[in-house]
Structures are given as C-alpha cells and as structure tokens.
C-alpha cells in the first residue's frame, strides 16, 4: 500500500489531484456505508420521555411504537399493524392494549393479536416485541433474535462513585451513517480544528495517543498532557482559561452503539483546592435511524456546577459544538453517497488508527450476523 500525503500533490499540467490507486475504503472494512448490525442493544428514546402516550421511533430501518404499560414498564413494538400495516403509533393505549386506528385490531404487551372485529377464533398472529430496558437515563432495545438479547451486555457504565456529578440528557440527529459519527467521536484531532474556537487550542493536537483495552468489540484512548491549559471546562468552573493544569483524556468505542469521553484536569504536583479535580463524561448512545441517518442521544456530566447552569451547559455543546459535527459530518456523507468518480479520496494518518480499528471490528460484527449482507 502506498497512500500517502504525496500522492495528494498536484501534477500534470491541469494542477489536478491525482486519485489513489487504492485508498482506506478498498478495503474489506465498515465504512460510510457501513451496514447496520442487529445484534446489539440499542438506545431508542429517553426514559423520561416514555409515558403513556404512543410513541412512533424509527431504528434501524425498523419503525417501532414505545409507550409504558400501566406497571410503569417499557414496551417497544413492531410499529405496523400486521392487518394491513397502519402505523400503531398512530392508534390508541387502552389500558394494556393497543387498539389499531385503522380497523380497530388490539395488540397486548407481548405484540400478540388479542382482539379483531369479526373473528371468532382467538387470533394467532401479531407484531415483533422487542426486548427492551431501561438503563442510565434510556430505554434500550434488542434488535437481534430475541433469544440471544443478553441485559449484562447492554454498553453502559455507571459513573464513577464518590463524585459528586450534575447530568442532563440531550439528542442530536446527524444527516449521516453511523459509522462517521464513531470515527467522529474517536478522532481527536478534529476536536482542536472543528472546534478549535471553543474546546482547545491546537497546541496539544500533537500530543500522541495510547490504547486502552476496551474489550474484544470496543476501541479506546487514552491522552495525557502535562502542564497543559484548564481551558473551557476549566473557565466554566470558574477559574482562568489559562491556569496550567494536568490534562487526562480517554475515548472508548463499545460496539456500535455506545461512546464514552471522559476528561479530567488536575492541580500539578498533587495540589489541590477545591475547584479541582474537575471531571467531565459525555456517554453517547449511537442509534442508526435508517444508512444514512443517525440518532445521537448524549448525557452530559461535570462534577461541578458550570457558570450559567447544566442547562447552559448542555445547550451550548449541543446546539453549537455539535452542531459543527452535524454539519461536516453531513457535507461529507453527501460526498460519498453522491460522488460517482472511479477511485476514492481518503488518506489516514496516525491519529485515525482507532477509527480504523473500529471500521475492522463492525466489519467483524457484521460479517459474524449475516456473511451474506454489506
Ligand atoms: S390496519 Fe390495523 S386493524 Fe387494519
Ligand atoms: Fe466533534
């Protein structure tokens, strides 16, 4: 493989960009186009915005209706009525029921037909349940075969003990496949260029990165500099932008579903006072809509209270910091779904490894389910 930032160099007498032979996206890895990979536990909705209402959510290419039973349990259906596929969503919650608006059918918790105008025997059909939990601050279902939805493998960790953590929950929709969203997530360097006007300055982009064991389906980072500057998180807890601090972030990609950042700034030489340790979380769930769209469900954690409040906090990195995500990550997608030139444009360097790595490990998840599909 010879791909490297020469072969960018304009030649010939056009001054035109010469395409590589052979790029990332030849090989046998998940890509933009990456499928999508059933077997695995997904986030489908915020609890707390699951109640009695009849709620329609589209995951995985699969439209399903979420609502809460009158125990307070979560239930998340086939959202199409298998008579003749109205959307349930669209219907009515009677007690534990769901009556199709269409022509009336009722459908119990467990998807089974219970009920239907002119028919004397007991229906024997009805629609796909999904297993379902409740975990953090999500409802998560199985996409899978039922059987093999396994609760102790659902991606999510509960935060560190003895910190004292202020959290609140956001949703972003990303015009996207899923996987540029991850490699998006594990691409540092991006943070310092993207997002160079508020996050950080460039002068850490260079520092190096080392793995951390994330397990057999998962990637991760870590990055530790010393005698760096506190920064924004540092400024919102109130202290100057430029007090030299010790800097530890990790990155960490479980499956396709789940990432964890984390950033910790510390008083050098094992000083402190109480503004320090300041820690920061961001667990975001990744749900593919459909290929080229995809839910982002974030909880965002300090372990103190930022100038203007969580509120402020969460709507800034949403609706500005993310927001520059959401707009990059659509040109590009739009890119590569759109552009029919022969040959490829893509060339890493050594700060893609982990998404590179990530791009194997779907590629292996999905190979595992159905050798036959993407
Ligand atoms: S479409 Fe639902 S009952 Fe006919
Ligand atoms: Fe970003």
């Not at 229906?123 to 093999?148: L, T």
Request: net charge negative; with cysteine; proline share 6%.
């Amino acid at each position: 493989m010879n791909d490297t930032a020469q072969d960018l160099k304009p030649h010939g007498k056009r001054n035109t960009l010469r395409i590589a032979e052979r790029s990332i996206d030849d090989r046998p890895l998940a890509d933009a186009h990456a499928p999508l990979i059933r077997n695995a536990w997904y986030v489908v909705a915020e609890s707390a915005d699951i109640g009695r209402a009849l709620t329609p959510v589209t995951a995985l290419e699969e439209p399903l209706v979420v609502y809460r039973d009158t125990a307070g349990d979560v239930v998340v259906l086939d959202d199409r009525c298998p008579h003749r596929r109205y959307p349930l969503s669209r219907g009515a919650l009677v007690d534990d029921t769901i009556q199709c608006g269409y022509h009336g059918f009722k459908y119990d918790g467990t998807g089974a037909c219970v009920w239907a105008p002119t028919l004397k025997n007991k229906p024997g059909f009805g629609v796909r349940k999904y297993p379902s939990v409740e975990k953090g601050p999500w409802v998560w279902a199985y996409f899978g075969d039922p059987e093999e939805a396994d609760e102790t493998t659902i991606p999510y960790f509960e935060k560190e003990e003895g910190i004292e953590w202020r959290s609140r929950q956001g949703y972003k929709f990303n015009p996207c496949n899923y996987m540029l969203l991850i490699e998006n997530f594990l691409d540092l360097t991006h943070f310092y260029f993207l997002h160079g006007k508020h996050v950080l300055t460039t002068e850490d982009a260079d520092v190096p990165l080392k793995s951390l064991d994330a397990g057999e389906n998962g990637v991760g980072w870590i990055k530790k500099v010393g005698g760096g500057k506190t920064g924004l998180f540092g400024k919102l807890a109130g202290r100057d932008h430029d007090e030299i601090v010790d800097l530890e972030g990790t990155a960490v990609q479980i499956g396709p579903s789940m990432h964890i950042g984390k950033e910790i700034r510390r008083l050098p030489d094992g000083k402190h006072d109480d503004a320090y340790p300041i820690y920061v979380l961001m667990n975001h769930a990744i749900t593919p809509k459909t290929l080229h769209e995809t839910h982002q469900f974030t909880e965002f954690c300090l372990s103190f209270d930022p100038i203007g409040g969580m509120d402020k906090f969460r709507d800034f990195s949403r609706d500005v910091v993310f927001e520059e995500d959401v707009e990059a990550l659509g040109l590009i997608n739009d890119y590569i779904v759109q552009d029919r030139r022969p040959g490829e444009v893509e060339f890493g360097i050594p700060g893609d490894r982990f998404g590179i790595r990530m791009r194997q490990i779907l590629r292996k998840l999905k190979d595992k389910e159905s050798p036959q599909d993407g």
